[in-house]
């Protein structure tokens, strides 16, 4: 199973929009709504963002969001923060009832 | 509140086996599928396998299928990771979750020296 393909990173200026994409197979993004999405800061555990590809956990703030266009996922942080700055990875249910992560994305706030 | 603890990780050679646990409190633990996933240093995530509530199915990520072996013990609140045939390519932290996601552990790190 090939992880899913991720920018390796992407940046923006506080307030600024920013997306990062997640290209699976019609194995895996493109077949099922089980996309999920996780930030992680160095030395810490992952942290739900997106769950069932558009979902916010609680707690979680609406900059946020999560969408799916075929085969392809997308995560779009608006109103850039500082405290954005952090890993991100996609994950995707897949056909064989296994899972598979992104390759994961460094956003860098300038 | 919500916690997984993990433990067991430990410096061990290649081809040794290693047992990671996972003790769960604040939610209810057998109502979740249960993960464990994988960092090797500076790389990204990797799903490693997932176990149902009851624990009669088990998924492996190709890496690790027949080598490594996932369980729990719900009357235990506990998961756990059996890891046999160990190469050095398994160096890694090891995380538990919810397979939802919604709840990790702090990892416990496993390195492989040959």
């Known amino acids: 199973q090939s992880a899913l393909t991720q920018p390796p990173s992407v940046s923006g200026s506080p307030g600024q929009s920013v997306t990062i994409s997640c290209t699976g197979t019609?194995?895996?993004?493109?077949?099922?709504?089980?996309v999920t999405w996780y930030q992680q800061t160095p030395g810490t555990a992952p942290k739900l963002m997106i769950h069932g590809v558009t979902n916010r956990p609680s707690g979680v703030p609406d900059r946020f969001s999560g969408s799916k266009s075929g085969n392809t996922a997308s995560l779009t942080i608006s109103g850039l923060q500082a405290e954005d700055e952090a890993d991100y990875y996609c994950?995707?249910?897949?056909?064989?009832?296994?899972?598979?992560f992104g390759t994961g994305t460094r956003v860098t706030v300038l | 509140q919500v916690q997984l603890v993990e433990s067991g990780g430990g410096l061990v050679k290649s081809g040794g086996s290693l047992r990671l646990s996972c003790a769960a409190s604040g939610f209810t633990f057998s109502d979740h599928y249960m993960s464990w996933i994988r960092q090797a240093p500076g790389k990204g995530l990797e799903w490693v396998s997932y176990?149902?509530?009851?624990?009669?199915?088990?998924y492996y990520a190709d890496s690790v299928k027949g080598r490594f072996t996932i369980s729990r013990d719900n009357a235990k609140n506990s998961l756990y990771l059996q890891l046999n045939s160990l190469r050095v390519d398994d160096t890694a932290v090891y995380y538990c979750?919810?397979?939802?996601?919604?709840?990790w552990g702090q990892g416990t790190l496993v390195t492989v020296s040959s």
């Open positions: 979750s919810s397979a939802g996601g919604e709840y």
């Open positions: 994950s995707s249910y897949t056909s064989r009832s296994t899972y598979v």
């Open positions: 176990i149902t509530t009851s624990g009669s199915t088990m």
């Open positions: 019609r194995n895996d993004v493109g077949s099922y709504n089980r």
